[in-house]
Structure formats: structure tokens, C-alpha cells
Nanobody, 124 residues
Framework: QVHLVESGGGLVQAGGSLRLSCVHS????????MAWFRQAPGKERDLVAA????????HYADSVRGRFTISRDNAKNMIYLQMNSLKPEDTAVYFC?????????????????WGQGTQVTVSS
């Protein structure tokens, strides 16, 4: 059974930075793609960024490309989301997710294990 725990959320002013972390336990971490999703109140859960099993291939939502960076450390069973130049519209609960296979997917159905989420609030 996979267990994912996010950390690093908080309150930050617009233009600031945060780094989210997610620790993975359970099945072989390095065999699967990983991703960050986010969900704002009253909105659907959307992909923010995803990385393939090796960390060599990443995919970003248009709204965060150039500001956010996803990375993984397979030796530590960790993934990260470095968020720079934060905007109020980035406010959401951010979820870590494990993919069903090694390649990046851009849909919730491509992921089958989820963390509980961490709140990110960006004030204007």
C-alpha cells in the first residue's frame, strides 16, 4: 500500500516562493511517474506538474510553466515542487500523486495513489 505525505504549504505574499515536499512509502518509488495536482475551492482538481520515473521528463500546466519546478529524489523517495513568483490564483490545496506507470500522465485517472494535501495560500 502506497502512503504519500505532503509538507511545505503555508501563507506567502504574492511574488514569494514556497517549496512543497512529498515523502513516499510503499511500492517501488522509482518505478512510477509522480505529480502534483491542486484544487481551489469550488473548482476541479487540476494537474500542476508531473515527472517521469527517472526525473528526466517533466510536464507543466501552462499556468505555472516557468515559475514552478518539479523534481524527484529516488534515493530518498521524495518529490518536490519549487514554486516561485507565486500569484493569488495559485491558492489551493496541493496534492502529491503516484502514477500508474513510469511515464507522465496529465489526467487524474493516470494516478492511483494520493496524499492528503497541503494548503497553499498566496495573499495579494
Amino acid at each position: 500500500q502506497v502512503h504519500l505525505v505532503e509538507s511545505g504549504g503555508g501563507l506567502v505574499q504574492a511574488g514569494g516562493s514556497l517549496r512543497l515536499s512529498c515523502v513516499h512509502s510503499g511500492r517501488a518509488f522509482s518505478a512510477y511517474a509522480m505529480a502534483w495536482f491542486r484544487q481551489a475551492p469550488g473548482k476541479e482538481r487540476d494537474l500542476v506538474a508531473a515527472v517521469n520515473w527517472s526525473g528526466e521528463s517533466a510536464h507543466y500546466a501552462d499556468s505555472v510553466r516557468g515559475r514552478f519546478t518539479i523534481s524527484r529524489d529516488n534515493a530518498k523517495n521524495m518529490i518536490y515542487l519549487q514554486m516561485n513568483s507565486l500569484k493569488p490564483e495559485d491558492t489551493a490545496v496541493y496534492f502529491c500523486a503516484e502514477g500508474r506507470d513510469p511515464s507522465v500522465g496529465d489526467d487524474q485517472d493516470d494516478y492511483d495513489a494520493w496524499g492528503q494535501g497541503t494548503q497553499v495560500t498566496v495573499s495579494s
